[in-house]
């Protein structure tokens, strides 16, 4: 629902909220969680915080049909959706309830290649670990 937007954008930058550069991240330069590489069409670089916030909404909120859903099922999806993309959508609409949603994202999480599952893998736990504990 969209009046959950701003309580979902909040805590999303407790867990983006930063910039990085690091060399293994396929999304290469990133900035309060939008990065160069998946968004060609924006200077990351130079991204406000408020500028962020307006791509998040047109660009994963109402996409993913976040304001279709109830809460906490929204902001779930919306946090999981700006990590694993439109994966989440599939899993929330194929999961039984917030809890399956989680399992189907760990099961992500613990399936991707080698390399990244090495380096990521406690992180990305520790984002969902977040996020459940958040909601």
């Known amino acids: 629902m969209r009046e959950n937007f701003d309580k979902a954008f909040e805590l999303l930058m407790e867990l983006e909220g930063y910039e990085s550069n690091d060399k293994d991240d396929k999304g290469g330069f990133t900035r309060y969680g939008i990065s160069q590489k998946y968004n060609p069409d924006i200077n990351v670089p130079k991204l406000t915080r408020e500028k962020a916030k307006e791509i998040y909404l047109e660009r994963y909120w109402k996409k993913l049909g976040c304001d279709e859903r109830e809460y906490p099922c929204d902001v779930a999806l919306f946090i999981q959706g ?3 993309g439109v994966l989440a959508k599939t899993f ?11 399992m189907k994202c760990l099961w992500h999480y613990s399936s ?4 990244q599952r090495d380096k990521y893998l406690t992180g990305w736990n520790m984002r969902l670990i977040k996020l459940w504990r958040a909601l």
Do not use: H, Q, T
């Open 82 to 84: 700006v990590n694993i």
């Open 92 to 102: 929330m609409d194929a999961s039984n309830g917030l809890l399956d949603f989680f």
């Open 112 to 115: 991707r290649e080698k390399s």
